[in-house]
């Protein structure tokens, strides 16, 4: 047992958001985000103005999260950092920044891989939210990965089903550029979802073998819709906004569901977790909150600021770490892609 309280800095730059929490054991004092709102205007998240951003804001954000958590520097115990999945360059401005703090201040570093930390997140002390029970299945989906994630313990996982090209946030966001949304367009198809009718407009599911999803065909298949219906209604869009909105969501939830189900009657595991930026959208919040008393399941749906890029997730899995002396040298290197 631990007599002295461990204060983990967690950093997080895999993409468009600097963010930095501390830690005390399993309980977030600060979770700080920095969003890059340049990317916008570019229709997506442009890397080389992604890393500049991150250097800008890396120390006032870190200075924020030690500030707002009451904490010096001094009392750190270790400090985790994202070392990917991600854009290379905005890694490298988390990870070198990590290593010449951790040196500084004599203390381990610890290397967190992004996408168990969006699994793990449950397992951060909330009032209100319970955490999973060992074996679950996770079902990580966010912009870059839809994954179904059987997890036996804290680093014991096996990816059992995946995208086979677009991911899942990637399906929204086009989706939204289809129908002339800005961008990111994933959370204003889920606003106008809750005001249309999901039964408005049917579109074809993809036709997938086992755990895999493909949403690429889907793309297509409302891109030729919604050329067609405004080839013969130029008005077709904004006369029937909230109702295709609806449609869409409607049919990638369901796509979501089939494969969990398939994944529940595979692996006898009816508990199950969502991670990932995907996981706020209110649609798929709702629906798996109904399977458990439609499937007899037992869901566990991450507090929303813990869903997309946070640096409390990176905290949590640093923790867990710290816990099993899972310490890196300075000579870890960031990866672009690292699997789960």
């Known amino acids: 047992m631990l007599k002295q309280p461990v204060f983990i800095l967690a950093i997080e730059s895999s993409c468009d958001d600097t963010a930095a929490a501390v830690l005390q054991n399993d309980v977030v004092l600060s979770n700080v985000v920095a969003n890059q709102l340049i990317h916008n205007q570019y229709g997506g998240v442009v890397p080389e103005l992604a890393s500049r951003a991150h250097q800008q804001n890396i120390v006032p954000v870190i200075d924020a999260a030690l500030r707002k958590a009451n904490i010096q520097k001094e009392q750190?115990?270790?400090?985790?950092?994202?070392?990917?999945?991600?854009?290379?360059?905005?890694?490298?401005?988390?990870?070198?920044?990590?290593?010449?703090?951790?040196?500084?201040?004599?203390?381990?570093?610890?290397?967190?891989?992004?996408?168990?930390?969006?699994i793990l997140a449950h397992f951060i002390s909330e009032e209100g939210f319970e955490k999973p029970t060992f074996p679950f299945i996770a079902l990580t989906i966010s912009g870059g990965h839809t994954q179904i994630v059987k997890v036996t313990d804290f680093f014991e996982m096996?990816?059992?089903?995946?995208?086979?090209?677009?991911?899942?946030?990637?399906?929204?966001?086009?989706?939204?550029?289809?129908l002339g949304l800005p961008y990111p367009g994933g959370p204003l198809v889920d606003k106008y979802a809750q005001l249309g009718n999901a039964k408005a407009f049917a579109f074809t599911k993809p036709k997938v073998a086992g755990l895999d999803f493909s949403f690429s065909g889907l793309k297509t298949a409302i891109l030729y819709f919604i050329q067609k219906k405004v080839a013969e209604n130029p008005d077709f869009i904004s006369e029937n906004l909230n109702d295709i909105c609806a449609s869409i969501q409607h049919t990638i939830i369901e796509i979501l569901m089939d494969k969990l189900k398939l994944a529940v009657n595979e692996?006898?595991?009816?508990?199950?977790?969502?991670?990932?930026?995907?996981?706020?959208?209110?649609?798929?919040?709702?629906?798996?909150?109904?399977?458990?008393?439609?499937?007899?399941?037992?869901?566990?749906?991450?507090?929303?600021?813990?869903?997309?890029?946070?640096?409390?997730?990176?905290?949590?899995?640093g923790y867990q770490k710290f816990l099993l002396e899972n310490f890196e040298t300075y000579e870890v290197v960031s990866k672009a892609s690292i699997q789960i």
């Open 158 to 178: 096996e990816i059992i089903g995946e995208t086979t090209d677009d991911a899942v946030g990637e399906a929204f966001d086009k989706s939204a550029k289809i």
């Open 76 to 118: 750190l115990t270790a400090i985790a950092f994202t070392q990917g999945p991600g854009l290379m360059g905005s890694l490298l401005v988390g990870s070198s920044f990590a290593k010449s703090l951790a040196l500084a201040l004599n203390i381990p570093l610890i290397a967190v891989n992004h996408m168990q930390a969006h």
């Open 267 to 317: 692996t006898g595991i009816n508990k199950i977790a969502i991670g990932g930026g995907v996981s706020a959208n209110s649609g798929i919040r709702d629906t798996l909150a109904a399977a458990e008393s439609k499937y007899g399941w037992k869901t566990y749906i991450p507090k929303f600021e813990y869903t997309t890029d946070n640096a409390a997730m990176i905290g949590i899995v």
